[in-house]
């Protein structure tokens, strides 16, 4: 069993900055990610790194919308995981979940969420 938590939500004007963090109990080197949920919408895939046989390594994906200002890195030492977050938008409002399993497909554990709002 893994037991997920984030931190590091809050409000932000657009344009800054916000870095999430997400500790594990448990087994390290899972494969990890984030995703969101904004009021009314479905929740939807932000990041994941893969598991690794390299200290802090793993494979990274990010959504387009993200790209370029959202960056996923993992400290095994810590078993945490982090979403540093730039160039904030009003539209990346949303709790912010973080996910952990075997694979990026297989991710089956789940944070309680972190809200981050983004103002204009």
């Known amino acids: 069993q893994v037991q997920l938590v984030e931190s590091g939500g809050g409000l932000v004007q657009a344009g800054g900055s916000l870095r999430l963090s997400c500790a594990a109990s448990?087994?390290?080197?899972?494969?990890m990610g984030w995703f969101r949920q904004a009021p009314g919408k479905e929740r939807e895939f932000v990041a994941t790194?893969?598991?690794?046989?390299?200290?802090?390594?793993?494979?990274?994906s990010y959504a387009d919308s993200v790209k370029g200002r959202f960056a996923i890195s993992r400290d095994t030492a810590l078993n945490t995981v982090y979403l540093q977050m730039n160039s904030l938008k009003p539209e990346d409002t949303a709790v912010y979940y973080c996910a952990a399993g075997v694979s990026t497909e297989n991710l089956d554990y789940w944070g309680q969420g972190t809200q981050v709002t983004v103002s204009s």
């Open positions: 790194i893969s598991a690794s046989m390299f200290w802090n390594g793993g494979r990274t």
């Open positions: 448990g087994r390290t080197r899972y494969a």
